[in-house]
Nanobody, 118 residues
Framework: QVQLVESGGCLVQAGGSLRLSCVVS????????VGWYRQAPGKQRELVAR???????TYSDSVKGRFTISSDGAKNTVSLQMNSLKADDTAVYLC????????????WGQGTQGTVSP
């Protein structure tokens, strides 16, 4: 079983920045991808950013240019730097890790709340 622990969520003003971290209990180099999702009240969970084993990154259109995902293999940590925050970015941010096939198992953290005040 792989465990993911997120941290870094807090209350910030619009225009400010937050840095979220996700510590994975297994080497992230053994994972196909690690990503950040978010879920706002009354909305579906959505993919924010993902980083693959080959360091390719993908972002949702809503955060492109403002958020940056990065990984530190030595610390088994994936971080999400969030800049120019908007009230619409308010959500619970969840870390997700996906194993390679044939397992393709997916693991989730408990989430960390990020709140952006207008």
């Amino acid at each position: 079983q792989v465990q993911l622990v997120e941290s870094g969520g807090c209350l910030v003003q619009a225009g400010g920045s937050l840095r979220l971290s996700c510590v994975v209990s297994r080497s992230i180099t053994s994972m196909r991808a690690v990503g950040w999702y978010r879920q706002a009240p009354g909305k579906q969970r959505e993919l924010v950013a993902r980083i693959y084993r080959n360091n390719i990154t993908t972002y949702s259109d809503s955060v492109k240019g403002r958020f940056t995902i990065s990984s530190d293999g030595a610390k088994n940590t994936v971080s999400l730097q969030m800049n120019s925050l908007k009230a619409d970015d308010t959500a619970v941010y969840l870390c997700n890790a996906e194993e390679w096939p044939p397992s393709s198992s997916v693991y989730w953290g408990q989430g960390t709340q990020g709140t952006v005040s207008p």
